[in-house]
């Protein structure tokens, strides 16, 4: 279970993929992690909960082998640092634009003397793994999110990806969009030649790049773009339209009796 291979696949070039967990329910977690998936993502940026409201869900993720990503709230230290004692391999860190606050989220996501990060990580006493050596090791497995959401981190993106200590830059779609006066219309061409230009711009760099979408073809597309870290959907967002598909199939061929 310890270490996770989550950063050795990014470093090695490999297409990583996960899912979102719409809720940190425990059988829904560890289905969720038996599809072959390399990451779960955890939100507690837009959900009404925080970290205390996921548990023992990023321990059940490392057991299955699959790594636990926990989205934060905002680039605060104590939302961090707590995402990770509880359990977390990798933290996404939301609406980072300029290069200063990416490497605030670095120091705040490392132990010294990389970071800042305090020492008292709690997962690997309900894990049963040695506590000496995840801390000592845990820069070693640490990966660091920082998102690109708006048309200022676009202009600050060479900048922002020579920041050391950042393992995937991590284009929202949704928020970008909304930047550039285009809320809604994640389709436009104005954000899909900023995400075209972003994964072309970093091809070949230590950094890796990582959107979220729930189409097929457009996650397709976006890995012929350079993207290597994605996000596909949710089990509840292809889920339901499967649901309402077979109900309403069967509603259209039942003739009361």
């Avoid at 990583?16 to 507690?44: E, K, N, R, S």
């Avoid at 497995?141 to 060479?158: C, F, G």
């Avoid at 397709?220 to 889920?239: D, I, T």
Wanted: hydrophobic share 45%; aromatic share 8%; proline share 7%.
């Amino acid at each position: 279970m310890y270490p996770n291979p989550l950063k050795q696949k990014l470093q090695s070039g490999q297409l990583v993929l996960g899912t979102y967990l719409p809720a940190p329910a425990a059988y829904l977690t560890t289905l969720t992690c038996q599809t072959g998936i390399d990451f779960l993502w955890m939100d507690t940026e837009h959900n009404p909960f925080g970290t205390e409201a996921l548990e023992t869900a990023p321990v059940l993720t490392r057991h299955q082998g699959v790594a636990p990503l926990i989205r934060v709230a905002w680039n605060d230290p104590a939302l961090i640092k707590k995402a990770y004692d509880i359990g977390a391999v990798a933290v996404m860190v939301p609406q980072v634009s300029t290069a200063e606050e990416a490497a605030r989220a670095v120091q705040y996501a490392r132990y010294p003397p990389l970071g800042q990060r305090g020492v008292a990580p709690l997962w690997p006493l309900i894990a049963g793994e040695d506590w000496g050596t995840v801390v000592r090791s845990a820069n070693e497995e640490t990966v660091l999110i920082v998102q690109i959401e708006s048309k200022q981190a676009y202009d600050n993106l060479d900048a922002i990806a020579a920041v050391p200590g950042i393992d995937v830059l991590f284009v929202g779609p949704a928020d970008l969009s909304a930047s550039l006066g285009l809320i809604t219309k994640n389709d436009a061409p104005a954000v899909q030649a900023i995400m075209r230009d972003i994964g072309q711009r970093l091809q070949g760099s230590n950094i890796v790049v990582g959107t979220t979408l729930d189409d097929l073809s457009e996650l397709q597309e976006k890995a012929s773009w350079g993207y290597r870290f994605l996000n596909v959907g949710s089990p509840f967002g292809y889920g339901i339209p499967v649901l309402k598909q077979n109900l309403a199939t069967l509603r259209a061929g039942h003739t009361p009796s």
